[in-house]
């Protein structure tokens, strides 16, 4: 089976401390450190251990800078075969749609059986799987937690639902999936993995070579504003050292009645 | 000498020569012997190398410590001193053993050097030596069969138990004794019976009472007894000497061997692979140890030297919590393991991958290489080198358990664990107002220089807690004067866990920064308060200057008189100091803390019965602090209990990671308010004089 899985490169929000900047643009990104999307990475294993089984490759593609390879020599560090880079000049403030409409372009050049997707990035809005599957007109399932190959027709997908129930599902191939964490248990990609795959040749495609214009990719929704939102009704903030903000938690939750002493 | 009796060398039954026998028991002893003994020496021609054939006067002198004197044994009292009489007793009478097989040829033959008055005194000795081996054997056997030590028990998931193996052994060396002693008790007898002045046979003993007991049998019993005793003893003995490749008891003959090449620097950790440079890593194919011929020929020499005797497990703080972890079992297993794939009769079976066969991914991780059973361990096995072996083999296949994921990332990418920004490194020491007021702390993360550098480390950088053990610890070393800096975010992890977790690049990378940044400082020396950072920067690093723990400079201020301690005795506080693992059992450093300690005027201070090399490990630090084990309690609540049984109510410790675990088990039982744990380093800073 050939499978694509779409990946990107975010500020680890656990090994960040995330601030809006000064003029509400963006987030501060002095001193950031990234790393590859949660999701993306339990969708790269998902790959590796489908191909493992029925054979074929798993081709990892990103939409960034310069930057974003090192994603994806992480991810062919834990077992894809291939990398493609899309970057240009032109996608730097691509929308979630934009993202989509590179990735179909870059997806029309190949032949793929199966294309996996986060089901959400640590900072974007989880549109990108759901478009792509309309652009490619494919069927498309989200929040994936189980996938079982039937044959090199169909696949059975499980899907999470609300309340801890689980769906089935059968699709026709080729697919779009967004993976939910825990669908496996990624394996760890250290730095010798890494510097393993430091000498492979990893493609870049621009938006010429995709074919794509500047229309196609500018943006349709623009930011307005990036702020931490004021305190609502009802909200407090607790300061002080962990143990200060746990006694203060305790004896609200006491005094409002959500613990019995 | 007359011989009172016809001797084997020359006797006869229906008239064929027993000396037929005396020559054919030997020899298809000594070819099975070898040929057993090439079949076990096989898998290590597919090891991989160990340096071990260095520092010969040192591994003279542990021999002689470790194995000819036995040094380990007594710390199991009884089973210690009933084997140091069988040891004794085989060592003398070896000489013995090896004289009968040949006398039962020559009947002449006197071992050399041992021809005239010295052969009296040996002769007496072994007479003793023969007795004492076989009460030791009755003992041991007593021990086996009737109070079953609770050590010696085979958990149903490690196959059956083992003590049919025992008592067949205690019954062959129990056997040879009685043979040995009634071949030369016959022949007294019969000495005696023909008014021949019989060899000196010293009183008590076993060949003693044959002798007293037999003067009146008829001398053709005499005879026939003499003869068989003769080669009982020599089938036994040629039996036992085949047998002892089969199982625990190949001890007997690996144990020399085994303690010569034994590890000499506690605390390091062995190189990926012996003869490959660090700066050579990246050409290896394959890290650490994933299948049997990946361990070194001196690994596979510690599997055949167990004698399964327990000690390890019983000391093995991850054994005592329920942890899936018995090292007694982690050699047995791969002992077992050598002996079906390198099987006596047959084809060598094919290799098969370790993790996932005979040992468990959660068994590798659970180990907090505290060192305990090292310590234990009478033949000087090891283990923590295997388990970071093993677990270099894991994170190499990718093999690592999502709980330490994230925290190795953070290390690589944050310079420590928690994924903190690296600016906040020394906020410690900036951002606090009240202690900055006190004692300004110099950061060259932007240069300048000290004369001591203190290398704080990422958990006394960055947890709320121990950071104020850290400021405890810039106070006193402000107060002894001395001149130090703090490395700031040019500091990363000392990496001590990472190597210890099998991620050794990891470690490589941590190691290459902190060196040049701590070189770059032109410190003359290098101070921490955390023993793992201790331990790493004094056996992982190369080429940096000396490295103290912060306790010894504290020592030598309060000897100097620099820093003054004053005290009522705290009334009503018991304190026990808990020895930290990478201080104490790694580093040899159990007095100089105890010493700080009771230089507080009136301090009350009691010990903890596992203490100093047999402390007890709080559960682990480092990467341990995120590893979720499978266990049935906490390792820190066993040890807070051990505080509470001592009759203390203070935990002195040395440690952050001991502090963090302390802590949280002093909490998890329900113990607030009547056991408390402070730092060495706090406790001395509060008892300073003004």
């Known amino acids: 089976m050939e499978i694509l899985v779409c990946v990107k490169r975010v500020p680890d929000t656990s090994e960040n401390e995330i601030q809006v900047n000064s003029s509400g643009t963006d987030i501060e990104r002095d001193d950031l450190v990234y790393s590859v999307n949660e999701w993306d990475n339990y969708a790269v294993e998902e790959a590796i251990q489908i191909r493992d089984r029925v054979g074929g490759s798993v081709t990892v593609m990103t939409v960034g800078d310069d930057e974003s390879e090192e994603v994806l020599r992480r991810e062919m560090a834990m077992g894809a075969d291939n990398g493609i880079l899309l970057s240009d000049d032109a996608f730097e403030n691509a929308d979630g749609r934009a993202v989509a409409s590179i990735l179909k372009a870059a997806i029309d050049k190949g032949k793929y059986d199966l294309i996996l997707t986060g089901a959400q990035a640590d900072d974007g809005a989880g549109q990108v799987g759901g478009m792509l599957a309309a652009m490619l007109d494919v069927p498309y399932a989200s929040l994936v937690n189980i996938i079982e190959t039937i044959d090199d027709q169909k696949i059975k997908v499980g899907r999470e639902i609300a309340g801890g129930n689980q769906e089935m599902n059968e699709m026709n191939l080729p697919c779009v999936l967004s993976i939910q964490t825990g669908i496996n248990e990624p394996r760890y990609v250290g730095i010798r993995g890494i510097r393993k795959v430091a000498s492979v040749e990893i493609p870049t495609m621009g938006a010429g070579d995709l074919g794509l214009d500047a229309d196609a990719v500018a943006p349709k929704v623009k930011r307005l504003d990036y702020f931490v939102p004021d305190m609502g009704e009802g909200a407090e903030m607790l300061e002080g050292s962990t143990e200060e903000i746990i006694e203060k938690l305790m004896e609200l939750l006491k005094a409002k009645g959500g613990i019995k002493s | 000498m007359e011989p009172a009796l016809i001797p084997p060398a020359e006797a006869a039954v229906l008239g064929i020569p027993t000396i037929i026998f005396s020559v054919l028991i030997p020899v298809a002893g000594v070819a099975l012997f070898a040929y057993i003994m090439a079949k076990r020496i096989a898998p290590l021609v597919f090891s991989n190398p160990d340096f071990r054939f260095d520092r010969i006067p040192e591994r003279v002198a542990a021999v002689f410590k470790l194995w000819l004197a036995q040094w380990k044994q007594p710390r199991y009292r009884l089973a210690g001193v009933i084997h140091i009489m069988l040891f004794a007793g085989f060592i003398i009478l070896s000489i013995r053993s090896s004289s009968l097989v040949v006398i039962g040829i020559y009947n002449d033959f006197v071992f050399p050097g041992l021809g005239g008055a010295l052969g009296h005194v040996y002769n007496f000795f072994k007479d003793y030596a023969a007795t004492l081996v076989l009460v030791a054997a009755l003992m041991a056997a007593w021990r086996r069969g009737i109070t079953k030590p609770k050590r010696y028990d085979v958990p149903e998931k490690y196959g059956k138990p083992h003590t049919g193996e025992a008592l067949f052994v205690l019954a062959m060396i129990s056997g040879l004794m009685i043979t040995e002693s009634l071949f030369e008790g016959t022949e007294a007898a019969a000495a005696v019976q023909k008014g021949l002045e019989p060899e000196f046979i010293a009183p008590l003993t076993l060949a003693w009472l044959f002798k007293a007991t037999m003067t009146a049998m008829p001398e053709g019993g005499l005879q026939a007894l003499h003869v068989i005793a003769y080669y009982i003893h020599d089938l036994i003995f040629f039996s036992f000497l085949c047998f002892l490749p089969l199982g625990k008891h190949f001890h007997v003959i690996t144990s020399l061997f085994n303690v010569y090449f034994l590890k000499l620097d506690k605390g390091a950790v062995k190189p990926v692979k012996w003869g490959v440079d660090d700066e050579k890593l990246d050409e290896l194919e394959s890290f650490g140890v994933k299948t049997f011929e990946d361990f070194t020929w001196k690994h596979m020499l510690d599997f055949y030297s167990c004698a399964d005797c327990g000690r390890c497990s019983d000391q093995c703080p991850a054994n005592a919590v329920g942890r899936p972890l018995s090292p007694r079992f982690i050699s047995i297993k791969a002992r077992d393991y050598a002996f079906s794939h390198y099987p006596l009769k047959g084809r060598l079976k094919e290799s098969e991958p370790l993790i996932g066969g005979i040992y468990e991914e959660d068994e590798i991780w659970s180990c907090t290489t505290c060192g305990a059973c090292e310590e234990e361990c009478p033949l000087m096995i090891e283990y923590i080198d295997k388990m970071v072996d093993l677990r270099r083999g894991m994170v190499d296949e990718g093999n690592v358990p999502q709980s330490l994921q994230k925290p190795l990332s953070a290390l690589e990418k944050r310079g420590n664990p928690w994924g903190k920004m690296e600016k906040k490194r020394a906020e410690w020491a900036t951002k606090d107002k009240e202690f900055k007021a006190e004692c300004e702390v110099k950061v060259l993360e932007k240069g300048g220089d000290a004369e001591t550098l203190f290398f704080v480390d990422s958990i006394s950088s960055y947890d709320d807690r121990i950071i104020q053990i850290t400021q405890s610890a810039a106070r006193l070393l402000r107060t002894a004067g001395i001149d130090f800096g703090v490395l700031g975010k040019l500091e990363k992890d000392s990496g001590h866990e990472a190597r210890r977790f099998g991620e050794e690049m990891l470690f490589q990378t941590l190691k290459e920064m902190n060196t040049e940044a701590i070189l770059a400082t032109g410190a003359r020396r290098i101070v921490t308060a955390d023993p793992h950072a201790y331990n790493a920067l004094k056996k992982d690093y190369s080429g940096l200057p000396p490295v103290l723990h912060i306790s010894e400079l504290i020592a030598e201020a309060i000897q100097s008189g620099s820093i003054r301690l004053n005290g009522n005795g705290d009334p009503g506080k018991v304190y026990t100091y808990h020895d930290p693992c990478y201080?104490?059992?790694?580093?040899?450093?159990?007095?100089?803390?105890?010493?700080?300690?009771?230089?507080?005027?009136?301090?009350?201070?009691?010990?903890?019965?596992?203490?100093?090399?047999?402390?007890?490990?709080?559960?682990?630090?480092?990467?341990?602090?995120?590893?979720?084990?499978?266990?049935?309690?906490?390792?820190?609540?066993?040890?807070?209990?051990?505080?509470?049984?001592?009759?203390?109510?203070?935990?002195?410790?040395?440690?952050?990671?001991?502090?963090?675990?302390?802590?949280?088990?002093?909490?998890?039982?329900?113990?607030?308010?009547?056991?408390?744990?402070?730092?060495?380093?706090?406790?001395?800073?509060?008892?300073?004089?003004?």
């Open chain 2, 583 to 690: 201080l104490g059992r790694h580093n040899n450093m159990y007095d100089i803390p105890r010493d700080v300690l009771d230089a507080i005027p009136g301090i009350q201070r009691v010990e903890m019965e596992k203490s100093r090399d047999r402390s007890f490990c709080c559960g682990g630090g480092g990467l341990m602090l995120f590893y979720e084990p499978i266990e049935e309690q906490r390792m820190g609540q066993l040890r807070v209990e051990m505080a509470k049984a001592a009759g203390a109510n203070v935990i002195v410790t040395a440690c952050p990671f001991c502090m963090v675990n302390m802590e949280d088990a002093i909490k998890t039982s329900g113990l607030e308010g009547e056991m408390e744990a402070i730092d060495l380093v706090e406790l001395i800073d509060r008892h300073q004089a003004a």
